[in-house]
């Protein structure tokens, strides 16, 4: 079992000794990783870490809003619109592996121009176990591993032996409040995996919306407690439907609820009939 306090006191100091005088920037989504290791690097170097947040357009409702509010005056936070730059990179790519490897790619084109504006040497992430784990067995790459060559950043990633479970008490340890320690998972490359076939701003809207519905309606019943991650996919195939008395034709959209203590497991949760039915 691991010692929460002794893995913050050697990570607090291992930092200390990598980094020394040189600045640091950090890749901070809102997620528990990377806020878990913001804190961890800001205990170490203070003002040495500037967190930047991405904006890719690719983010579920509010959630660009939501994190600067958490986190402007608790980090040297940054916040650094880059939509059009990721939607028009990922224009006509339909394959979820290629949408991975564009953003990877763009989320370092972004690091390495914001490291030459503060003259940062090292970019730290909240990279885990599982995401290695699963790239180097080709379950699925992560954007925060799939590196392009000439990286002019060094990387330094304090909590990459640790699993989901272990970083959330690491978490709390830290003082992390409740709403960010246990934030529901979200993929790197966001709302570009959940929607099917081409990115389009439609379309991004569509599954931003029927989310928030279903966060919306999870959250009201009760059920997130039990819950790892629920989200809704948008597909690419369109139904016809009714509305009223009129005929409607739109995408079909479908909800994944997931059960998982380890981040590498999952089991299939049983969901009441009349909250679904709800949702629809």
Same mark, same amino acid.
């Given at each position: 079992m691991m010692d929460t306090k002794k893995?913050? $006191?050697d990570s607090i100091?291992? /930092?200390?000794?990598?980094?020394? #005088?040189?600045?640091?920037?950090? @890749?901070?989504s809102g997620g528990v990783d990377s806020s878990v290791a913001s804190v961890l690097a800001s205990e170490a170097i203070g003002d040495q870490l500037e967190a930047i947040f991405v904006d890719h357009g690719l983010l579920r409702k509010?959630? @660009?809003?939501?994190? $600067? %509010?958490?986190?402007?005056?608790?980090?040297?936070?940054?916040?650094?619109?880059?939509?059009?730059?990721?939607? @028009? @990179?990922?224009?006509? !790519?339909? #394959?979820?592996?290629k949408?991975? %490897? /564009?953003?990877?790619?763009?989320?370092? %084109?972004v690091f390495e121009r914001e490291a030459k504006k503060s003259g940062a040497k090292y970019l730290l992430q909240g990279t885990i176990a599982p995401d290695w784990i699963e790239s $180097?067995?080709?379950?699925?790459?992560?954007h925060n591993v799939t590196l392009p060559d000439g990286l002019v950043l060094e990387i330094i990633e304090p909590l990459r032996e640790l699993y989901k479970d272990e970083v959330r008490e690491v978490g709390s340890e830290l003082g992390l409040p409740d709403a /960010?320690?246990?934030?529901?998972?979200?993929?790197?490359?966001?709302?570009?995996v959940r929607v099917l076939g081409d990115i389009t701003k439609e379309k991004l809207e569509i599954c931003r919306e029927a989310n928030a519905i279903l966060n919306k309606h999870v959250e009201e019943e009760g059920l997130h407690k039990d819950l790892w991650q629920y989200f809704v996919v948008l597909t690419d195939s369109k139904v016809t439907g009714v509305k009223g008395d009129q005929r409607d034709f739109g995408y079909l959209v !479908? /909800?994944?609820?997931?059960?998982?203590f380890d981040a590498m497991t999952a089991n299939v949760p049983d969901i009441p009939w009349p909250f679904l039915h709800k949702v629809s």
């Open positions: 893995f913050i $006191e100091k291992n /930092i200390k000794e990598e980094v020394k #005088d040189e600045k640091v920037i950090i @890749a901070l509010g959630e @660009a809003e939501q994190v $600067e %509010e958490t986190f402007k005056d608790r980090l040297n936070f940054k916040l650094v619109n880059a939509e059009d730059e990721f939607i @028009a @990179a990922l224009a006509g !790519v339909r #394959d979820p592996e949408k991975r %490897e /564009i953003i990877g790619h763009k989320f370092i %084109e $180097e067995g080709k379950i699925k790459s992560h /960010i320690v246990h934030r529901q998972p979200f993929p790197g490359p966001g709302l570009a !479908v /909800i994944r609820m997931v059960q998982s």
